[in-house]
């Protein structure tokens, strides 16, 4: 069984007890955070090596290693092959950085996009705009609806069913 299957069949088991999970993701997130921590630092240094070789640089188990990269895949320039990635699969943790800031954003990270390394490479300004970015792109924005009876927006002064809305 490839390695992000078991990690989703331990990480989203429905029958698992919930405190127990709750316990797993809140050590998951500790984790996660710190392995972005590390990578924060040197922004620019595309880490590379085995699944397994990652999980032991950065202290944690294969299963978590798999969520890492479950995680980030999104946001690395060139993406793992994580479908069928075993412990000797070699991976690359080259990110986007605006990508990575913004999707962490989408994810409701704040644990992670809140990160004091993110001051060296954005500044507060380019910070706000990232997450600014990321917040309007999933934003709906239904338009008014136009009655037959309003004015026409085209600016005519007519009935909107007068003009315009003749053609529908």
Request: aromatic share 10%; proline share 4%; net charge negative.
């Amino acid at each position: 069984m490839a390695l992000l299957e078991q990690w989703r069949k331990l990480a989203y088991d429905q029958d698992a007890d919930k405190g127990k999970l709750q316990r797993f993701w809140a050590d998951y997130f500790e984790k996660e955070k710190e392995i972005y921590a590390q990578l924060l630092k040197a922004p620019d240094e595309v880490v590379k090596g085995t699944v397994k070789e990652l999980a032991d640089k950065y202290g944690v188990d294969l299963m978590t290693m798999t969520g890492f990269l479950d995680g980030i895949n999104d946001s690395l320039i060139e993406g793992n092959p994580i479908e069928e990635m075993e412990e000797g699969t070699p991976v690359n943790l080259g990110f986007d950085k605006a990508l990575l800031y913004k999707n962490m954003v989408a994810a409701d990270a704040d644990w992670l996009y809140k990160l004091e390394e993110w001051r060296d490479i954005f500044d507060e300004e380019t910070r706000k705009e990232l997450y600014m970015e990321q917040k309007r792109s999933t934003t709906i924005v239904k338009e008014a609806k136009i009655y037959p009876n309003d004015p026409c927006p085209c600016g005519s002064g007519k009935k909107y069913k007068k003009c315009c809305g003749r053609n529908r």
